[in-house]
């Protein structure tokens, strides 16, 4: 049975910092693509990041430059480190793990930036 746990949300204020963490299992971050998406209220889930097997990283055009995506293949966990955060990026944030043909998401976390 696969399992995404993410942890690490909150509330946090514009230009703060926050790391989320998804501890993965039945299922090999290492070998597979894993990402972070999220979706805030009254809009469709949009990609945050991914990571591939291979560590190459994407990123949408809103976060480039403030957010990273690493992993660590020992601990089975994907991380999002999320930096000058803005209001906008308030929103329910969802680890997911692609192991073709199936797609794991987790539960989310929700990331509030406000003051």
């Known amino acids: 049975q696969v399992q995404l746990v993410e942890s690490g949300g909150g509330l946090v204020q514009p230009g703060g910092p926050l790391r989320l963490s998804c501890a993965a299992s039945g299922i090999i971050v290492g070998s597979c693509v894993m990402g972070w998406h999220r979706q805030a209220p009254g809009k469709q889930r949009e990609l945050v990041a991914t990571?591939?097997?291979?560590?190459?990283?994407n990123y949408a055009d809103s976060v480039k430059g403030r957010f990273t995506i690493s992993k660590n293949n020992t601990k089975n966990t994907v991380y999002l480190q999320m930096n000058s955060l803005k209001p906008e990026d308030t929103a329910v944030y969802y680890c997911n793990g692609l192991r073709p043909p199936d797609n794991y998401w987790g539960q989310g976390t929700q990331v509030t930036v406000s003051s």
């Open positions: 990571i591939t097997a291979g560590g190459n990283t």
